[in-house]
């Protein structure tokens, strides 16, 4: 047991005492006063030494506590960041061991400089290890010393792993490719059902294009109903994302490069909505006269009154004026006659009225009007205006009957109907009289007694003119929507 120095010397001190104690007590003083007082002041540290380390615990050298380790921060923490690119060296080699290109690549890190080596099969694999190299955290520098496989088994060993795993995945996709298939079929043929049946078409029904349009949205919400399911179960709904976003930035390039082909279409979906016009109406628009045929989706069809095709784009015909002559099926025809400025004018308007009013397909309501147009030099105007039923008579055929039974009343009534005459006036002198045909200056005075106005003129009897409507037109565009089978949005 450990005993203190201090604590020693106050034993060897009493050890003194006590022999001292065994002789004579008469031979103390003879040891000498100082030895004496020496001896006695031991005794008394060693009672007092004793006293103090009497109530303290008794320490083993086992017991005692070793002084505190120092711990230098800075060594610590190299050693951590040291741990650190270690990891992430070894994380970066997991990583090489699941590329198939990247399994032969190695390792090693020394003094924060990364080297690869090993091989690769080809060059971008080597460049994409020196890339994820790089983001390994403490490195310096990357010395890339990967060398490019050149042995065609192995080159070719991953490239057969992954065909083997793309046939097995085709293999057990083939099912459900299979279901999907009969899904889209099932749902094209119940698309096609529904559109035939469920709108059905009747000929001469009104609206068959509406019923048309009702038809393609069934059967285009159907359809792609039946393709929307079959891509979930083929697991490939990813796929109409990239289909809609290609559809929309292919439906702006085509909205660009084939801008006029689409107004076309969009002005005939909204003339077949309007109907502004029926098929072989008689129409004027954009300068081209004639009777309608078709309306397609991209222009309208016409025929002129020559029988010949004049096909104007729908936009253009959906923006210009269009005068339609059949809408209203009374038309009014206008026919201008010239009477000599001598004449009386009311006998000449009564005659043009009762003649025109007589005439066979001119309505008597709305009556036949006659007023004077214009007064010129040689000639006064006078025009009659009668209503025409489209239904009944020609309105070109009316209209000529019309010209010629003014004519021949006028001619019969003695009524003049001279050719245009002018006057020629000279500076410095008189006028000189017009010279023509119908001047008596220049014919002189006619032989014979003059004809009275009165008089009329025998002429054999005619024949009733044919009014009828012309159906040349109508039938040449009969005949061909029964040989052509080109679309036609038009209600018939």
């Known amino acids: 047991m450990f005993v203190p120095v201090p604590l020693a010397v106050a034993l060897l001190l009493g050890?003194?005492?006590?022999?001292?104690?065994?002789?004579?007590?008469?031979?103390?003083?003879?040891?000498?006063?100082?030895?004496?007082?020496?001896?006695v002041s031991g005794v008394a540290l060693t009672l007092e030494l004793s006293t103090t380390t009497a109530g303290l615990p008794q320490l083993s050298p086992d017991t005692v506590p070793e002084p505190p380790e120092v711990v230098d921060e800075g060594r610590s923490e190299a050693a951590e960041r040291a741990q650190a690119r270690q990891e992430a060296v070894d994380d970066l080699l997991a990583i090489f061991r699941r590329i198939d290109g990247l399994r032969e690549v190695e390792v090693t890190l020394e003094d924060r400089i990364l080297e690869l080596s090993g091989t690769a099969?080809?060059?971008?694999?080597?460049?994409?290890?020196?890339?994820?190299?790089?983001?390994?955290?403490?490195?310096?520098w990357v010395d890339n010393r990967i060398t490019v496989e050149t042995d065609l088994r192995r080159r070719l060993a991953p490239v057969v792993d992954r065909l083997g795993e793309k046939a097995d995945r085709a293999l057990r996709f083939i099912p459900s490719l299979l279901v999907g298939l009969i899904l889209i079929g099932g749902s094209f043929l119940l698309a096609l059902y529904a559109g035939r049946w469920v709108f059905p078409v009747r000929k001469g029904e009104p609206g068959p294009f509406h019923r048309n349009l009702l038809r393609q949205a069934l059967r285009g919400v159907i359809g792609l109903t039946g393709i929307l399911l079959a891509l979930e179960l083929m697991d490939a709904t990813a796929l109409v994302g990239a289909v809609l976003g290609a559809a929309g930035v292919f439906g702006i390039a085509v909205?660009?490069?084939?801008?006029?082909?689409?107004?076309?279409?969009?002005?005939?979906?909204?003339?077949?909505?309007?109907?502004?016009?029926?098929?072989?109406?008689?129409?004027?628009?954009?300068?081209?006269?004639?009777?309608?045929?078709?309306?397609?989706?991209?222009?309208?069809v016409l025929m002129t009154l020559d029988g010949n095709h004049v096909r104007v784009p729908n936009a253009m015909v959906f923006k210009s004026v269009m005068t339609n002559f059949s809408r209203n099926p009374r038309r009014r025809f206008v026919v201008t006659v010239g009477i000599a400025p001598d004449a009386s004018i009311r006998p000449a308007l009564e005659a043009g009225r009762n003649a025109l009013q007589e005439l066979s397909g001119v309505l008597a309501?709305?009556?036949?009007?006659?007023?004077?147009?214009?007064?010129?030099?040689?000639?006064?105007?006078?025009?009659?205006?009668?209503?025409?039923?489209?239904?009944?008579?020609?309105?070109?055929?009316?209209?000529?009957?019309?010209?010629?039974?003014?004519?021949?009343?006028?001619?019969?009534?003695?009524?003049?109907?001279?050719?245009?005459?002018?006057?020629?006036?000279?500076?410095?002198?008189?006028?000189?009289?017009?010279?023509?045909?119908?001047?008596?200056a220049a014919e002189g005075p006619?032989?014979?007694?003059?004809?009275?106005?009165?008089?009329?003129?025998?002429?054999?009897?005619?024949?009733?003119?044919?009014i009828s409507p012309d159906k040349t037109i109508e039938e040449e565009i009969a005949r061909e929507l029964s040989e052509s089978d080109e679309e036609d949005l038009l209600q018939r």
């Open 15 to 39: 050890l003194l005492v006590a022999d001292s104690a065994h002789g004579d007590p008469a031979d103390l003083p003879s040891v000498g006063g100082p030895l004496v007082g020496a001896s």
């Open 121 to 140: 099969l080809n060059q971008e694999d080597r460049a994409r290890a020196a890339q994820l190299a790089e983001g390994v955290p403490g490195i310096v």
């Open 255 to 300: 909205g660009f490069a084939f801008r006029d082909i689409v107004e076309n279409y969009l002005s005939g979906v909204l003339l077949s909505l309007r109907q502004p016009f029926s098929p072989s109406d008689h129409v004027e628009l954009s300068g081209h006269e004639g009777r309608i045929v078709r309306l397609t989706g991209r222009e309208t």
């Open 365 to 440: 309501v709305p009556a036949v009007s006659a007023r004077v147009q214009s007064l010129g030099d040689s000639t006064v105007e006078l025009r009659f205006s009668g209503w025409v039923d489209q239904t009944e008579a020609d309105f070109q055929k009316v209209r000529s009957e019309a010209l010629r039974v003014v004519k021949e009343r006028f001619e019969a009534d003695g009524i003049e109907t001279p050719p245009p005459e002018y006057g020629i006036r000279l500076l410095g002198g008189s006028a000189l009289q017009p010279q023509g045909p119908a001047s008596p």
């Open 446 to 466: 006619p032989e014979g007694p003059s004809p009275s106005p009165s008089r009329t003129v025998d002429r054999p009897e005619e024949v009733p003119a044919d």
